[in-house]
């Protein structure tokens, strides 16, 4: 797996999330956008409506824009329950930290 790697880019996105859960604070957009991951915009777009889609974050809005495409707008985003097992059970999420444990960049932004 790369660092690029879609499960890669999940893993650090809901262990991002998960953190700020516990924690009690809002997330900061600089910490797991597109920049932030080193990823560009529309890759960060398709896993973000990917990730709610499935049910494991909540609080985003899909908005088509003129010219075709669509943005993304935050609105109280937060780790669902599901994300949380998904994150904790699932074997790619498990790859997805070993393979960050090598590059030491598990948690965006830390």
Same mark, same amino acid.
């Given at each position: ?11 650090r996105i809901l262990t ?6 516990k924690q009690g604070e809002s ?5 797991? @956008? ?24 909540? @609080? ?10 669509? @943005? ?39």
């Open positions: 797996m790369a660092k690029d790697d879609y499960f890669v880019i999940v893993y991002y999330l998960y953190e700020c859960f997330p900061d957009i600089s910490l797991f @956008g597109s920049d932030a991951l080193g990823i560009n915009n529309g890759y960060w777009g398709n896993i973000m409506e990917s990730l709610s889609s499935e049910g494991y974050i909540k @609080g985003i809005s899909v908005l088509p824009r003129m010219g075709g495409g669509f @943005g993304i707008k935050l609105l109280e985003l937060r780790i669902t329950q599901k994300g949380i097992e998904f994150l904790q059970d699932n074997s790619i999420m498990a790859k997805a930290k070993n393979v960050l444990k090598s590059f030491k960049e598990t948690i965006p932004g830390l």
